[in-house]
Protein backbone atom coordinates (compact mmCIF):
# COMPACT_ATOMS: atom_id res chain seq x y z
CA UNK A 1 0.00 0.00 0.00
CA UNK A 2 2.87 2.06 0.66
CA UNK A 3 3.21 3.19 -3.24
CA UNK A 4 -0.53 4.10 -3.38
CA UNK A 5 -0.46 6.90 -0.51
CA UNK A 6 -2.91 7.43 2.20
CA UNK A 7 -6.16 5.68 2.54
CA UNK A 8 -9.09 8.10 3.61
CA UNK A 9 -11.63 6.34 3.40
CA UNK A 10 -13.68 3.49 1.78
CA UNK A 11 -17.03 4.18 -1.16
CA UNK A 12 -18.96 1.28 -2.01
CA UNK A 13 -16.07 -1.30 -0.37
CA UNK A 14 -13.73 1.03 -2.81
CA UNK A 15 -10.61 1.86 -0.73
CA UNK A 16 -10.01 5.43 -1.52
CA UNK A 17 -6.00 6.88 -1.28
CA UNK A 18 -4.69 10.16 -1.85
CA UNK A 19 -0.88 9.85 -3.89
CA UNK A 20 0.98 12.00 -1.64
CA UNK A 21 2.02 14.49 -4.83
CA UNK A 22 -1.70 15.33 -3.93
CA UNK A 23 -0.75 17.20 -0.88
CA UNK A 24 1.60 19.61 -2.94
CA UNK A 25 -1.41 19.80 -5.52
CA UNK A 26 -4.46 20.77 -2.91
CA UNK A 27 -2.11 23.33 -1.80
CA UNK A 28 -1.61 24.20 -5.28
CA UNK A 29 -5.01 23.90 -6.37
CA UNK A 30 -5.96 26.20 -3.38
CA UNK A 31 -3.94 29.02 -4.41
CA UNK A 32 -5.19 29.30 -7.64
CA UNK A 33 -8.89 29.10 -6.28
CA UNK A 34 -7.96 31.97 -4.22
CA UNK A 35 -5.97 34.30 -6.33
CA UNK A 36 -8.82 33.76 -8.89
CA UNK A 37 -11.33 34.66 -5.97
CA UNK A 38 -9.38 37.73 -5.38
CA UNK A 39 -9.75 39.10 -8.76
CA UNK A 40 -13.37 38.78 -8.70
CA UNK A 41 -13.19 41.87 -5.77
CA UNK A 42 -15.55 39.43 -3.51
CA UNK A 43 -14.68 41.81 -0.89
CA UNK A 44 -14.19 38.99 1.72
CA UNK A 45 -11.16 39.59 4.25
CA UNK A 46 -8.67 37.08 3.35
CA UNK A 47 -9.18 34.41 5.69
CA UNK A 48 -12.64 34.06 4.12
CA UNK A 49 -11.10 33.89 0.63
CA UNK A 50 -8.58 31.50 2.18
CA UNK A 51 -12.00 29.33 3.47
CA UNK A 52 -13.49 29.85 0.13
CA UNK A 53 -10.66 28.52 -1.95
CA UNK A 54 -10.23 25.57 0.26
CA UNK A 55 -14.15 24.68 0.09
CA UNK A 56 -13.87 24.67 -3.66
CA UNK A 57 -10.48 22.66 -3.76
CA UNK A 58 -12.62 19.73 -1.49
CA UNK A 59 -15.43 20.04 -4.23
CA UNK A 60 -13.12 19.91 -6.97
CA UNK A 61 -11.19 16.35 -6.01
CA UNK A 62 -14.69 15.37 -4.44
CA UNK A 63 -15.53 15.92 -8.21
CA UNK A 64 -12.30 13.58 -9.27
CA UNK A 65 -13.37 10.94 -7.30
CA UNK A 66 -17.17 11.15 -8.39
CA UNK A 67 -15.61 10.36 -12.06
CA UNK A 68 -13.31 8.00 -10.58
CA UNK A 69 -16.86 5.91 -8.96
CA UNK A 70 -18.05 6.13 -12.46
CA UNK A 71 -15.91 4.33 -13.83
CA UNK A 72 -15.79 1.70 -10.52
CA UNK A 73 -19.72 1.40 -10.71
CA UNK A 74 -19.82 0.55 -14.68
CA UNK A 75 -16.76 -1.72 -14.02
CA UNK A 76 -18.39 -3.47 -11.10
CA UNK A 77 -21.52 -3.89 -13.59
CA UNK A 78 -19.56 -6.12 -15.86
CA UNK A 79 -17.77 -8.15 -12.64
CA UNK A 80 -14.99 -6.25 -12.58
CA UNK A 81 -14.12 -5.49 -9.08
CA UNK A 82 -12.29 -2.45 -8.82
CA UNK A 83 -9.01 -2.86 -5.98
CA UNK A 84 -8.77 1.07 -5.39
CA UNK A 85 -9.22 4.89 -6.30
CA UNK A 86 -6.20 6.41 -5.98
CA UNK A 87 -6.28 10.48 -6.40
CA UNK A 88 -2.91 12.31 -7.79
CA UNK A 89 -1.59 14.87 -9.57
CA UNK A 90 -4.13 15.73 -11.79
CA UNK A 91 -6.90 13.29 -11.54
CA UNK A 92 -7.81 9.94 -10.19
CA UNK A 93 -7.20 6.66 -11.06
CA UNK A 94 -9.89 3.88 -10.54
CA UNK A 95 -7.39 0.53 -10.33
CA UNK A 96 -9.57 -2.47 -11.74
CA UNK A 97 -8.38 -6.04 -11.34
CA UNK A 98 -8.40 -7.15 -14.84
CA UNK A 99 -8.96 -5.81 -17.79
CA UNK A 100 -12.20 -5.79 -19.89
CA UNK A 101 -13.00 -9.02 -21.58
CA UNK A 102 -15.20 -7.43 -24.31
CA UNK A 103 -14.60 -3.92 -26.31
CA UNK A 104 -17.86 -2.49 -25.68
CA UNK A 105 -17.23 -3.22 -21.84
CA UNK A 106 -13.81 -1.46 -21.96
CA UNK A 107 -15.94 1.43 -24.03
CA UNK A 108 -18.41 1.73 -21.76
CA UNK A 109 -15.77 2.07 -18.81
CA UNK A 110 -13.74 4.55 -20.12
CA UNK A 111 -16.69 6.67 -21.45
CA UNK A 112 -18.72 6.86 -17.66
CA UNK A 113 -15.90 8.89 -16.11
CA UNK A 114 -16.23 12.27 -18.93
CA UNK A 115 -19.73 11.71 -18.95
CA UNK A 116 -19.81 11.93 -15.38
CA UNK A 117 -17.80 14.99 -15.44
CA UNK A 118 -20.03 16.43 -18.17
CA UNK A 119 -22.59 16.21 -15.73
CA UNK A 120 -21.10 17.81 -12.92
CA UNK A 121 -20.38 20.79 -15.18
CA UNK A 122 -23.70 21.03 -15.61
CA UNK A 123 -25.00 20.67 -12.19
CA UNK A 124 -22.60 23.22 -11.29
CA UNK A 125 -23.79 25.52 -14.22
CA UNK A 126 -27.18 25.15 -13.47
CA UNK A 127 -26.55 26.66 -9.39
CA UNK A 128 -24.35 29.38 -11.00
CA UNK A 129 -27.33 30.28 -13.34
CA UNK A 130 -29.75 30.25 -9.95
CA UNK A 131 -27.61 32.14 -7.61
CA UNK A 132 -27.93 35.22 -9.20
CA UNK A 133 -27.07 37.60 -6.18
CA UNK A 134 -24.76 35.45 -3.92
CA UNK A 135 -21.73 36.89 -5.81
CA UNK A 136 -19.72 34.18 -3.51
CA UNK A 137 -22.03 31.28 -4.45
CA UNK A 138 -21.42 32.34 -8.34
CA UNK A 139 -17.75 32.30 -7.78
CA UNK A 140 -17.86 28.71 -6.15
CA UNK A 141 -19.93 26.87 -8.49
CA UNK A 142 -18.73 29.03 -11.68
CA UNK A 143 -15.38 27.73 -10.87
CA UNK A 144 -16.11 24.16 -10.23
CA UNK A 145 -18.49 24.24 -13.53
CA UNK A 146 -15.21 25.47 -15.86
CA UNK A 147 -13.21 23.10 -14.14
CA UNK A 148 -15.33 19.60 -14.72
CA UNK A 149 -15.73 20.78 -18.05
CA UNK A 150 -12.21 21.24 -18.65
CA UNK A 151 -11.52 18.11 -17.17
CA UNK A 152 -14.00 16.37 -19.13
CA UNK A 153 -12.54 17.70 -22.13
CA UNK A 154 -9.05 16.61 -21.12
CA UNK A 155 -10.05 13.27 -20.50
CA UNK A 156 -11.13 12.57 -23.63
CA UNK A 157 -7.99 13.17 -25.65
CA UNK A 158 -7.43 9.67 -27.49
CA UNK A 159 -3.85 9.17 -25.77
CA UNK A 160 -3.52 6.11 -23.58
CA UNK A 161 -3.64 6.17 -20.50
CA UNK A 162 -6.67 8.76 -20.38
CA UNK A 163 -10.13 8.13 -20.90
CA UNK A 164 -9.99 9.59 -24.49
CA UNK A 165 -7.46 6.88 -25.36
CA UNK A 166 -8.92 3.73 -23.48
CA UNK A 167 -12.36 4.69 -25.42
CA UNK A 168 -10.01 5.14 -29.13
CA UNK A 169 -8.39 1.57 -27.87
CA UNK A 170 -11.75 -0.13 -27.58
CA UNK A 171 -12.27 1.22 -31.16
CA UNK A 172 -9.38 -0.16 -32.46
CA UNK A 173 -10.03 -3.49 -30.63
CA UNK A 174 -13.29 -3.76 -32.14
CA UNK A 175 -12.05 -3.91 -35.35
CA UNK A 176 -9.11 -5.32 -35.12
CA UNK A 177 -9.84 -7.89 -32.38
CA UNK A 178 -6.71 -8.02 -30.92
CA UNK A 179 -6.51 -6.67 -27.67
CA UNK A 180 -2.61 -6.04 -27.08
CA UNK A 181 -2.11 -4.48 -30.59
CA UNK A 182 -5.02 -1.93 -29.80
CA UNK A 183 -3.11 -1.26 -26.56
CA UNK A 184 0.19 -0.85 -28.62
CA UNK A 185 -1.48 1.36 -31.18
CA UNK A 186 -3.82 3.43 -28.30
CA UNK A 187 -0.24 4.05 -26.48
CA UNK A 188 2.04 4.73 -29.50
CA UNK A 189 -0.58 7.91 -30.38
CA UNK A 190 -0.54 8.42 -26.20
CA UNK A 191 2.92 9.43 -26.42
CA UNK A 192 2.54 11.27 -29.76
CA UNK A 193 -0.04 13.38 -28.14
CA UNK A 194 2.44 14.11 -24.84
CA UNK A 195 5.20 14.89 -27.34
CA UNK A 196 3.08 17.59 -28.65
CA UNK A 197 2.24 18.67 -25.47
CA UNK A 198 5.93 18.88 -24.00
CA UNK A 199 6.54 21.01 -26.97
CA UNK A 200 3.39 23.21 -27.02
CA UNK A 201 4.11 23.69 -23.13
CA UNK A 202 7.47 25.00 -23.87
CA UNK A 203 6.92 27.24 -26.89
CA UNK A 204 4.24 28.81 -24.57
CA UNK A 205 6.63 28.65 -21.42
CA UNK A 206 9.38 30.71 -23.46
CA UNK A 207 6.86 32.56 -25.25
CA UNK A 208 5.98 33.84 -21.39
CA UNK A 209 9.11 34.42 -20.94
CA UNK A 210 9.83 36.30 -23.79
CA UNK A 211 7.05 38.77 -23.24
CA UNK A 212 7.83 39.03 -19.62
CA UNK A 213 4.66 37.72 -18.82
CA UNK A 214 3.27 33.94 -17.57
CA UNK A 215 5.50 30.94 -17.70
CA UNK A 216 3.34 28.92 -15.46
CA UNK A 217 0.34 27.50 -18.15
CA UNK A 218 3.53 26.27 -20.23
CA UNK A 219 5.42 24.87 -17.62
CA UNK A 220 2.14 23.04 -16.45
CA UNK A 221 1.15 21.67 -19.75
CA UNK A 222 4.85 20.27 -20.44
CA UNK A 223 4.78 19.25 -16.62
CA UNK A 224 1.42 17.10 -18.05
CA UNK A 225 2.84 16.03 -21.16
CA UNK A 226 5.91 14.32 -19.00
CA UNK A 227 3.70 12.56 -16.79
CA UNK A 228 1.28 11.20 -20.03
CA UNK A 229 4.89 9.98 -21.61
CA UNK A 230 5.64 8.36 -18.78
CA UNK A 231 2.34 6.56 -18.33
CA UNK A 232 2.10 5.57 -22.10
CA UNK A 233 5.52 4.38 -22.43
CA UNK A 234 4.52 2.06 -19.13
CA UNK A 235 1.47 1.21 -20.75
CA UNK A 236 3.02 0.19 -23.99
CA UNK A 237 5.76 -2.31 -22.02
CA UNK A 238 2.65 -3.87 -20.17
CA UNK A 239 1.14 -4.23 -23.39
CA UNK A 240 4.27 -5.66 -24.87
CA UNK A 241 4.32 -7.98 -21.74
CA UNK A 242 1.00 -9.29 -21.90
CA UNK A 243 1.65 -10.26 -25.75
CA UNK A 244 4.42 -11.96 -24.30
CA UNK A 245 2.85 -14.38 -21.82
CA UNK A 246 -0.44 -14.83 -24.35
CA UNK A 247 -0.79 -18.71 -24.54
CA UNK A 248 1.61 -20.10 -21.99
CA UNK A 249 0.73 -21.63 -18.95
CA UNK A 250 1.92 -21.67 -15.28
CA UNK A 251 3.86 -24.67 -16.05
CA UNK A 252 6.06 -22.68 -18.21
CA UNK A 253 6.63 -19.52 -16.12
CA UNK A 254 7.08 -21.68 -12.96
CA UNK A 255 10.73 -22.35 -11.19
CA UNK A 256 10.51 -26.03 -10.04
CA UNK A 257 13.11 -25.82 -7.58
CA UNK A 258 11.92 -24.78 -4.44
CA UNK A 259 13.62 -23.26 -1.86
CA UNK A 260 12.49 -24.49 1.89
CA UNK A 261 13.22 -22.97 5.43
CA UNK A 262 12.14 -24.43 8.71
CA UNK A 263 9.44 -22.41 10.82
CA UNK A 264 11.72 -21.92 14.00
CA UNK A 265 14.25 -19.96 12.36
CA UNK A 266 14.63 -16.56 13.39
CA UNK A 267 14.19 -13.78 11.16
CA UNK A 268 18.00 -13.13 11.18
CA UNK A 269 18.42 -15.95 10.21
CA UNK A 270 16.17 -15.81 7.29
CA UNK A 271 17.31 -12.43 5.93
CA UNK A 272 20.85 -14.55 5.91
CA UNK A 273 19.21 -17.19 4.03
CA UNK A 274 17.96 -14.67 1.37
CA UNK A 275 21.00 -13.36 1.04
CA UNK A 276 22.90 -16.70 0.67
CA UNK A 277 19.99 -18.05 -2.03
CA UNK A 278 19.44 -14.77 -3.54
CA UNK A 279 16.22 -16.10 -3.76
CA UNK A 280 12.92 -13.48 -2.18
CA UNK A 281 10.38 -16.55 -1.20
CA UNK A 282 10.77 -20.35 0.54
CA UNK A 283 8.29 -22.19 1.36
CA UNK A 284 7.92 -22.90 5.71
CA UNK A 285 8.30 -26.52 6.53
CA UNK A 286 7.66 -28.24 9.66
CA UNK A 287 7.72 -32.34 10.02
CA UNK A 288 8.29 -32.27 5.83
CA UNK A 289 5.22 -30.61 5.77
CA UNK A 290 4.37 -27.67 4.32
CA UNK A 291 2.88 -25.46 6.44
CA UNK A 292 3.26 -21.23 4.88
CA UNK A 293 5.34 -19.46 2.93
CA UNK A 294 7.94 -16.95 3.57
CA UNK A 295 9.07 -13.86 1.76
CA UNK A 296 11.35 -11.18 1.47
CA UNK A 297 8.24 -8.49 2.44
CA UNK A 298 7.14 -10.58 5.21
CA UNK A 299 10.36 -10.10 6.57
CA UNK A 300 10.57 -6.13 6.42
CA UNK A 301 7.21 -6.32 7.97
CA UNK A 302 9.51 -6.64 11.30
CA UNK A 303 11.62 -3.84 12.12
CA UNK A 304 15.20 -4.98 11.49
CA UNK A 305 16.18 -4.49 15.54
CA UNK A 306 13.74 -7.62 16.29
CA UNK A 307 14.95 -9.92 13.56
CA UNK A 308 16.81 -12.05 16.05
CA UNK A 309 13.62 -12.26 18.61
CA UNK A 310 11.30 -13.30 16.05
CA UNK A 311 10.27 -16.67 14.58
CA UNK A 312 9.57 -17.09 10.69
CA UNK A 313 6.58 -18.86 12.06
CA UNK A 314 5.55 -15.60 13.78
CA UNK A 315 5.52 -13.38 10.36
CA UNK A 316 4.78 -15.86 7.70
CA UNK A 317 1.60 -16.40 5.44
CA UNK A 318 0.29 -19.27 7.00
CA UNK A 319 -0.94 -22.01 4.74
CA UNK A 320 -4.65 -21.17 5.15
CA UNK A 321 -4.22 -18.10 3.37
CA UNK A 322 -1.97 -18.87 0.43
CA UNK A 323 -3.74 -18.45 -3.00
CA UNK A 324 -2.85 -21.37 -5.07
CA UNK A 325 -2.12 -21.86 -8.65
CA UNK A 326 -2.66 -24.56 -10.87
CA UNK A 327 0.03 -25.91 -13.65
CA UNK A 328 -2.62 -25.66 -16.35
CA UNK A 329 -3.82 -22.67 -15.39
CA UNK A 330 -3.19 -19.31 -18.39
CA UNK A 331 -0.13 -17.03 -16.93
CA UNK A 332 -2.24 -14.26 -18.04
CA UNK A 333 -4.97 -15.15 -15.54
CA UNK A 334 -2.57 -15.62 -12.90
CA UNK A 335 -0.93 -12.78 -13.42
CA UNK A 336 -4.38 -10.71 -12.94
CA UNK A 337 -5.33 -13.03 -9.88
CA UNK A 338 -1.61 -12.33 -8.27
CA UNK A 339 -1.93 -8.80 -8.87
CA UNK A 340 -6.05 -8.97 -7.79
CA UNK A 341 -4.78 -10.43 -4.31
CA UNK A 342 -1.34 -8.58 -4.46
CA UNK A 343 0.87 -11.10 -3.84
CA UNK A 344 4.03 -11.19 -5.70
CA UNK A 345 4.53 -15.07 -5.65
CA UNK A 346 2.99 -17.95 -5.66
CA UNK A 347 3.19 -21.60 -5.10
CA UNK A 348 1.50 -24.33 -7.54
CA UNK A 349 0.12 -27.07 -6.66
CA UNK A 350 -0.38 -30.39 -8.66
CA UNK A 351 -2.22 -33.21 -6.94
CA UNK A 352 -2.09 -32.03 -3.37
CA UNK A 353 1.87 -31.27 -3.71
CA UNK A 354 3.73 -28.36 -4.10
CA UNK A 355 5.50 -28.44 -7.46
CA UNK A 356 6.56 -24.81 -8.57
CA UNK A 357 6.12 -21.32 -7.81
CA UNK A 358 5.38 -18.71 -9.81
CA UNK A 359 7.28 -15.27 -8.53
CA UNK A 360 7.98 -12.40 -10.47
CA UNK A 361 11.19 -13.03 -11.05
CA UNK A 362 10.40 -16.20 -12.90
CA UNK A 363 7.92 -14.26 -14.77
CA UNK A 364 10.61 -11.33 -15.62
CA UNK A 365 12.97 -14.17 -17.22
CA UNK A 366 10.35 -16.16 -19.16
CA UNK A 367 9.49 -12.44 -20.74
CA UNK A 368 13.37 -11.46 -21.44
CA UNK A 369 13.94 -14.72 -22.72
CA UNK A 370 11.13 -14.44 -25.16
CA UNK A 371 12.35 -10.75 -26.28
CA UNK A 372 15.73 -12.40 -27.11
CA UNK A 373 13.94 -15.28 -29.17
CA UNK A 374 12.22 -12.62 -30.73
CA UNK A 375 14.74 -9.88 -31.72
CA UNK A 376 16.87 -13.39 -32.71
CA UNK A 377 13.84 -14.61 -35.14
CA UNK A 378 13.71 -11.78 -36.40
CA UNK A 379 10.03 -12.16 -35.43
ZN1 LIG B 1 -11.56 8.85 -16.13
Given at each position: ??????????????????????????????????????????????????????????L?????????M??S????H????V?????????????????????????????A?????????????????????????????????????S??V?????????????????I?????????????????????????M???????A????????????????????????????????????????????????????????????????????????????????????????????A???????????????????????????????????????????????????A?????????????????????????????
Amino acid sequence: MRSEGIQIGRIYRIPIFLHFSWFFIFALITYSFVSEFDALHLDLPAWRLLGLGLVTSALFFGSLVFHEMAHSVVAKHYKIPVVSITLFVFGGVARISRDPSRAIEEFNIAVAGPISSFLLAGGFWMVYRAAEPNAILRALTGSLAWINFSLAVFNLVPGFPLDGGRIFRAIVWSFTKDYSRSTRIAARSGQAIAYGMIGLGAILAVNGYMARGDMIQGMWLAFIGWFLLTVARQSRAQADARGALEGLRVADIMTADLPTVGREISLEDYAREILRTGRRAHLVVAHEQLVGLMTGEALHSVPQADWDVTSVQAVMLPKEKLHWAAPEEAALSLLDRMRMVGMQQMPVIAGGNVVGIVTRDSILRVLQTRSELGSFAGR
